[in-house]
């Protein structure tokens, strides 16, 4: 039976009212959760909730008393309260169009532009919070007393550009410490004096001669490892001196690339430092910063201070400085550092005494250790080369702890605890390893080693797990995954809370593991629903928010109580209250539906279906097959598919089937499952797809695989463009967003990491690259749609204009759909109406 088409007005109106009809799908589930303890036993939560594209963020808090708990199954609704008044940016200083410092970390961190606030920092002790908007700083003191909104304060800075990252002193809540013009500065937010402490940026105006940073990290790390903070405040002092560990970034061997920008009409150049696979990467230098502060408040004696021997001399197969910290006592600062390949990952203490003043001559020989060993260099120009080991203290300054390997990759992540030693010579820390095939918890206990063996003896951990004389205790075990974002230790009972996927590669639970007992893991969620948490800083309160597949979000505080500390089963979580109560969906609402099948390689993949809103039973549909099939991605999970899957839910509405499946090499299966993509992306994955599109297809009887189209953006994109090429037999039509089209223009952090070095690879870089297929693209009209953003930093708009120039060689037919104001994501609410319009067109018209 047909259906009439739609003219352009008509589908543009529907996507109007499409977009309002599925607006119940939207859950106010809330994020950035921080607690802070009260008197008289009350803690404050303070959040804030997602929100719509460009909607104001504001910042929300709720009370709980020591009192508030119930033992029945049912909990109250929690008075939720909003802290600030909600005009503040316009009342202080006007609002000011974000600035593309603003914009790209938006990008990076995958946020949505807002006007309101897009993260906060809370000293818990003081109650003062810190956040930018408006590209500026704004600052409050919460005492916790009233539940009247508080009026921010813009901090007094004059400086020019967005003030990026503030981080609050932990020590002195007066002090915060920012980035402007990729440096750092510290301001004290009573005087408002303001110090620049690093001076790595010229502000020249030109990218060619302003190749150094301070403390901001570079777009790989930042894109492909998720850090983005670059400087680190010592969390203790025991004297009055202030310190800040910093990284210094020197791009001087990056590749700069322009883009034509459009956003402010003037037509002008982005030019963007961008390493591609194989090309040269940022480096990084670890550093230290010290000052003080006056009796007036101002801040004085500002010292830049270096490693005696730079890492990357320590360790010359370093390439990436992916995480790093202090340590509880604020002596030593810890780093994970990862080799170019990323199979080698250590992680390293550097005693915060290894850093000597720049400007200062050598360090004074009479307060070392003399340990003759192989040369090494100060950075200082005017002191002669000395050896890093000629100098130890009467403790070693810098151990490696334990490190990892892998013939595939390694997986960083943010699970690490270390604990307050017990021991002055010794320390115990929790860390993960995925030598078994999948990440899991252990429990380290690591000598600090002697001046008898000096940093020599510590280094000989780099090649193996831990030194000869540490331990490692696995805390959990298993054919399942501990998930990598974070871990709660609660020392006092000597308890571990983390995320994992032990019940259900589609389910996140929390667990918990007990130090005392190694191993005997209980899980503290309900099956049939997904979860994240998070935890008060002494483990005695919980928010979690869950959701299943056909059930919107929830979100619950819950107080946590321990009746015996020598079992995980005497905790107990009762029910406090709700930040966000059970609801149905507003009006007409169609839930996906879940399906697994054993491929014929033997594994067991999951595919979603979204049946079409008008479906009839007896009748076949078109569909669309919703792909992304990259690593470091789940399509399919047990949890709610709301306005993050509004398109899905769009098409569905529109009246197709639309399926989504996680191929192998998809995250959250186990290092084997992902590694199924090592060095030939875009090939087992696409097969996959395709075995389980036609499993579905014969099941479920209502698929029409002679209109099969294939959509995704990105990887997805890059996906949709080989399954054009390899299966057009199958995909009648395919829709590719910002597509990867040849991985040798694409990122060294992430292309790396899954295909090699270029060099190395050549192969495999090939057969990867949809450049390579042209030729077996479809000749006939209306198959390929391609959509790109003009001045996507991501993924480059060369990939599709170097496609394009040779599908116009062949003389293959396509269409092209190009924003000239969007990055890699579409941002801008009428070019996602745009683009939802222009898909609805294309699939009408020729699906």
């Not at 310190?243 to 037509?267: C, M, Q, W």
């Not at 002008?268 to 940022?282: L, Q």
């Not at 919107?552 to 500390?565: A, M």
């Amino acid at each position: 039976m047909s259906v009439p088409k739609k003219t352009w007005g008509e589908l543009k109106v529907a996507v109007g009212d499409l977009r309002h009809q599925l607006s119940g799908l939207y859950a106010m589930v809330p994020s950035n959760i921080t607690f802070r303890s009260l008197p008289n036993g009350r803690t404050r939560i303070y959040f804030l909730p997602n929100h719509m594209n460009g909607s104001e963020v504001p910042l929300l808090f709720t009370d709980v008393s020591a009192s508030d708990s119930t033992s029945s199954s049912s909990s109250r609704r929690l008075q939720l309260n909003q802290l600030l008044e909600s005009n503040f940016p316009s009342t202080t200083s006007g609002l000011k169009q974000p600035s593309r410092e603003e914009l790209l970390m938006w990008e990076r961190k995958r946020q949505s532009p807002s006007w309101g606030i897009t993260s906060y920092e809370l000293h818990s002790t003081t109650g003062k919070l810190i956040f930018p908007a408006a590209s500026n700083l704004f600052q409050c003191l919460d005492t916790g007393f009233s539940n009247g909104r508080l009026f921010p304060t813009e901090i007094r800075i004059n400086l020019i550009g967005a003030k990026l990252n503030p981080q609050i002193c932990p020590s002195n809540s007066d002090l915060v410490a920012f980035i402007n013009n990729q440096d750092i500065y510290v301001a004290h937010t009573v005087t408002g004096d303001t110090q620049r402490l690093t001076f790595a940026h010229k502000n020249t105006g030109s990218i060619v001669d302003d190749p150094l940073s301070a403390g901001i990290p570079s777009y790989v790390i930042q894109e492909e490892f998720c850090r983005y903070q670059g400087f680190w405040w010592q969390p203790t002092t025991n004297d009055d001196v202030y310190r800040i560990a910093y990284e210094e970034v020197d791009e001087s061997e990056v590749k700069i690339y322009g883009f034509p920008t459009y956003l402010h009409n003037n037509g002008d150049i982005e030019e963007f430092r961008f390493p591609r696979a194989g090309t040269p990467n940022a480096k990084s230098t670890l550093k230290l910063l010290e000052f003080k502060v006056s009796s007036t408040c101002q801040i004085i004696d500002v010292r830049e201070l270096e490693m005696i021997t730079p890492l990357s001399i320590l360790f010359p197969w370093m390439e990436y400085l992916v995480r790093v910290g202090w340590t509880p006592e604020s002596d030593f600062i810890w780093v994970q550092l990862l080799d170019r390949k990323q199979q080698h990952l250590e992680l390293v203490l550097i005693s915060a005494q290894y850093f000597v003043e720049v400007s200062s001559p050598a360090v004074s020989p009479a307060s070392f250790t003399l340990s003759p060993q192989s040369p090494s260099y100060l950075s200082n120009s005017n002191s002669p080369p000395i050896n890093h080991l000629n100098y130890v203290k009467k403790k070693p300054l810098v151990h490696t702890l334990c490190s990892q390997e892998s013939d595939l990759w390694i997986n960083v992540n943010n699970l690490l605890h270390f604990f307050p030693k017990t021991k002055p010579n010794e320390v115990k820390f929790i860390c993960v390893n995925e030598d078994t095939g999948f990440r899991h918890l252990y429990l380290y206990t690591v000598p600090l080693l002697g001046v008898a063996n000096g940093i020599e003896e510590a280094f000989e951990a780099t090649t193996g797990q831990v030194p000869s004389n540490g331990s490692q205790i696995p805390l959990t075990s298993g054919d399942w995954e501990v998930l990598g974002q974070q871990l709660w230790v609660d020392s006092e009972n000597d308890l571990v809370f983390f995320l994992g996927l032990r019940e259900n590669p589609l389910e996140k639970h929390l667990y918990v593991v007990s130090l005392r007992q190694p191993g005997e893991i209980r899980l503290l969620t309900q099956p049939g629903y997904s979860y994240n948490v998070d935890f008060s800083e002494d483990c005695k309160l919980v928010v979690m928010s869950y959701s299943n597949i056909q059930k919107l979000p929830v979100c619950e505080v819950l107080r946590l109580t321990i009746h015996d500390n020598n079992t995980v089963d005497g905790i107990h979580l009762a029910p406090v209250g709700y930040l966000m109560e059970p609801r149905m969906p507003e009006g007409e609402f169609y839930c996906p539906e879940l399906y697994t099948h054993q491929i014929n390689a033997g594994t067991n993949l999951y595919a979603m279906v979204f049946k079409p809103h008008n479906f009839e039973p007896g009748r076949k549909y078109p569909t669309v097959l919703h792909i992304y099939g990259g690593p470091e991605v789940q399509v399919v999970s047990n949890t709610f598919k709301g306005m993050r899957q509004l398109r899905l839910h769009m098409l569905a509405a529109q009246g197709y089937c639309v399926v989504a499946i996680d191929s192998r090499g998809s995250r959250h299966r186990g290092l084997a499952f992902e590694g199924h993509l090592r060095c030939k992306m875009g090939t087992v994955e696409l097969a996959d797809q395709v075995e389980v599109l036609q499993w579905l297809a014969d099941t479920l009887e209502f698929i029409d695989m002679k209109r099969v189209g294939i959509m995704g953006w990105s990887y997805g994109g890059y996906l949709s463009l080989m399954a054009l090429a390899h299966y057009p037999h199958i995909f009648k039509v395919s829709v590719a967003g910002a597509p990867v089209t040849n991985w040798s223009l694409y990122d060294t952090g992430y292309t790396e990491r899954y295909m090699d070095l270029p060099e190395y690879n050549q192969q495999g870089y090939k057969k990867g690259s949809v450049l390579t297929y042209v030729n077996q693209f479809p000749d006939e009209e209306n198959r390929l749609l391609i959509i790109h953003g003009l001045i996507d930093e991501n993924v480059h708009f060369l990939h599709t204009s170097q496609l394009i120039n040779l599908l116009v060689k062949a003389g293959k037919p396509y269409q092209l759909q190009v924003y000239p104001n969007e990055r890699h994501s579409l941002r801008h609410m009428d070019a996602s109406k745009h683009y939802e319009t222009v898909l609805l067109s294309f699939l009408q018209n020729n699906l």
